[in-house]
């Protein structure tokens, strides 16, 4: 059941907090300002003081903002994206590096990918989105969004160094997301690289590769010596193909934050992964508790562009605060849909922090008695 604490009724109806507990104490109820009442009884006290009561729903502000399948419109195929997970350090950054001709790793604070970075590549006329992830133990929450908004998930493996932790924790992100793997053994330029010892590793958390008789696919691949990478990418197709991704371009956008961040000079900046639809410049859009109008879209080497269709990664400037990684987000009608939304989000996410302030407090008085 709905509730709502005494002190966020008073706030909104802008009326004191003790006048709104005379009230509660005239119904029989002896209640502090941290307490909570349920929907029914907030209503009643409103009403006392005069005040006008329009009850929204969760689902009622939420209707509608993601519609889920692509049922309405013509679907045609779409890039997978490819989330790239592993134990730290074992090269999943430096593979996407070797992928993409590029150098993140080596300017890298420690060598220790903080962040998820998006990325499109081409690979024989097929575009393929990609997504770092960090493998350092702190980032779990990061991974298992990794895990939720993508398609294939390629698990990097260091030959020298075998399944660890971090390599158990992604299998699992990945199988209760019901993503397909791909297992990606890396550094096998390594004198001490040992790929069978994964293989075999790997066939303690049901990963069975296919040159061990399973239906997992496996490249041996070196991101140092792009060795085999052709493979990766290859693998990568294929394991596409199977899953046929499509998706309707033609209606309004939803997708993934992958991350927020405050510019200094450009304000709120969000990396978005667009799942559905296409986002255009001048869309309005929510995102949790934040909402903008686009103002521009920028690729990932800063080019700007008009519009951003299914599974491609973009830079979205506009926001009117910084949105969070893992938000999803939907393209509204108009302005004022936006700011119910982000507005009503808000409060929801308020209500749930006091809740759980006053819960604390509750169970600390109950530990000092
Ligand atoms: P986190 O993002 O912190 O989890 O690390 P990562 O998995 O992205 O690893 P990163 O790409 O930063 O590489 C870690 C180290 O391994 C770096 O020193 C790389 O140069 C090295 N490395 C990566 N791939 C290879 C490889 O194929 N062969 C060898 N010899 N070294 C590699
Ligand atoms: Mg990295």
């Not at 593979?95 to 993409?100: P, T, V």
């Not at 499109?120 to 997504?131: A, L, R, W, Y």
């Not at 390599?167 to 001490?192: F, L, S």
């Not at 599974?311 to 979205?316: A, D, G, H, I, R």
């Amino acid at each position: 059941p709905e509730t709502i604490t005494i002190q966020e009724l008073s706030n909104r109806m802008a009326e004191r907090g003790v006048d709104v507990i005379k009230l509660l104490m005239k119904q029989g109820q002896m209640l502090k300002i941290n307490d909570t009442i349920d929907a029914d009884m907030a209503q009643l006290i409103a009403e006392e003081l005069g005040h006008t009561v329009k009850r929204v729903a969760e689902s009622d502000v939420e209707e509608g903002l993601f519609r889920i399948g692509d049922e309405d419109g013509d679907l045609v195929s779409r890039p997978p994206v490819v989330t790239i997970m592993g134990h730290v350090d074992h090269g999943k950054t430096s593979l996407l590096d070797a992928i993409r001709s590029t150098k993140v790793a080596a300017g890298e604070a420690g060598g220790i990918t903080q962040h998820i970075g998006a990325y499109q590549v081409e690979s024989k006329g097929q575009k393929i989105t990609f997504i770092d992830t960090p493998g350092h133990e702190a980032f779990t929450a990061m991974r298992s969004r990794g895990a939720k908004a993508t398609d294939i998930v390629i698990l990097v493996v260091a030959a020298d160094d075998g399944v660890m932790p971090t390599t158990v924790e992604a299998i699992n992100h990945t199988r209760a997301a019901g993503v397909p793997i791909i297992v990606a053994i890396n550094k096998i330029d390594k004198p001490d690289a040992d790929p069978q010892r994964v293989r075999t590793a790997l066939l303690q958390h049901e990963i069975v590769v296919e040159s061990m008789g399973g239906d997992t696919l496996e490249v041996e691949v070196s991101a140092k010596q792009r060795l085999n990478l052709d493979k990766l990418l290859e693998a990568v197709l294929l394991q596409s193909e199977v899953l046929e991704l499509k998706a309707n371009p033609t209606r309004p956008a939803e997708g993934t934050v992958i991350e927020g961040k405050l510019d200094k000079g450009r304000g709120p900046v969000a990396t978005v992964l667009v799942q559905r639809g296409t986002l255009k410049v001048g869309d309005i859009l929510v995102a949790g508790g934040a909402w903008g109008r686009v103002r521009a879209l920028l690729t990932e080497s800063g080019d700007a562009v008009r519009d951003a269709g299914p599974s491609t990664p973009v830079e979205v400037l506009g926001f009117q605060e910084t949105p969070e990684a893992g938000d999803r987000f939907a393209v509204v009608e108009n302005e004022a849909r936006a700011r119910e939304v982000a507005d009503y989000r808000l409060r929801v996410k308020r209500e749930k922090a006091q809740a759980r302030g006053s819960a604390a407090r509750g169970s600390l008085a109950e530990m000092m008695s």
